[in-house]
C-alpha cells in the first residue's frame, strides 16, 4: 500500500469566508410573516475576498445575490413563493473555491389578504358611528371616512391605525 500525502502550495488559501447571519430590511426576526419585495442582507468577509454568492430559497436557486465590500444583498419577491414556512441562506465563495453559507432565516410567506366578515355600524348618530368587524388572521387597522359622497376613492379622512394585531376590530 502506498500512501501519498498532498501538501498543498506555501501560500495556498484554505480559510473559508465568515458570513454573518441574514437579516430583512425591516423584520426582526426569523419566522416572521411576511410578504411584498423583500430585502435581505448579510455581512461577508475572507482573508483574501469574496468573490461569489448564490442566494437560495429552500435549497434551490434564487437570482438577485450582490455584494460590495463585504456587505451582501438579495432581494424576493413573495408572491413567487407559496404561503408558508422557507428556508433562504446566501452562500460565499472566495477565489480559491472556500465556501461558507450563512445560518438559516426562516421566512413565512403570507400573500393571502385576510377575509373581512360581520362588518356592523352601530350607534348611529348625525356626527359618528362605531363600526366593527372581525378578520379570519389578526391584523391592525383603521377607517378610511368621508362625509357627504357614498365612497372614499379620494380626499378621505383616516382613523389612527392601530398597532395590535387582533381579528376584532
Not at 434551490?60 to 404561503?83: E, I, M, R, V
Not at 348611529?124 to 391584523?139: K, L, Y
Not at 387597522?141 to 378621505?156: D, E, F, M, Q
Request: proline letters at 8%; charged letters at 10%.
Amino acid at each position: 500500500v502506498t500512501v501519498t500525502t498532498i501538501v498543498p502550495p506555501s501560500g495556498f488559501d484554505t480559510t473559508p469566508p465568515q458570513i454573518g447571519a441574514l437579516t430583512i430590511s425591516g423584520v426582526g426576526s426569523s419566522g416572521v410573516a411576511v410578504q411584498g419585495s423583500l430585502r435581505f442582507g448579510a455581512i461577508a468577509t475572507d482573508n483574501v475576498g469574496v468573490t461569489s454568492c448564490q442566494f437560495k430559497v429552500d435549497g434551490n436557486d434564487a437570482p438577485g445575490c450582490s455584494f460590495y465590500l463585504g456587505a451582501l444583498l438579495a432581494s424576493l419577491y413573495t408572491p413567487s413563493y407559496p404561503d408558508g414556512s422557507h428556508t433562504v441562506t446566501i452562500t460565499v465563495k472566495d477565489a480559491a473555491g472556500n465556501a461558507a453559507t450563512s445560518p438559516p432565516f426562516i421566512m413565512v410567506v403570507d400573500n393571502t389578504p385576510p377575509v373581512i366578515s360581520n362588518v356592523a355600524a352601530v350607534n348611529i348618530i348625525s356626527n359618528s358611528a362605531t363600526i366593527t368587524w372581525t378578520t379570519s388572521e389578526p391584523t391592525v387597522s383603521n377607517v378610511g371616512y368621508r362625509t357627504g359622497v357614498a365612497n372614499c376613492l379620494s380626499a378621505c379622512v383616516y382613523t389612527p391605525l392601530t398597532t395590535t394585531l387582533t381579528t376584532r376590530h
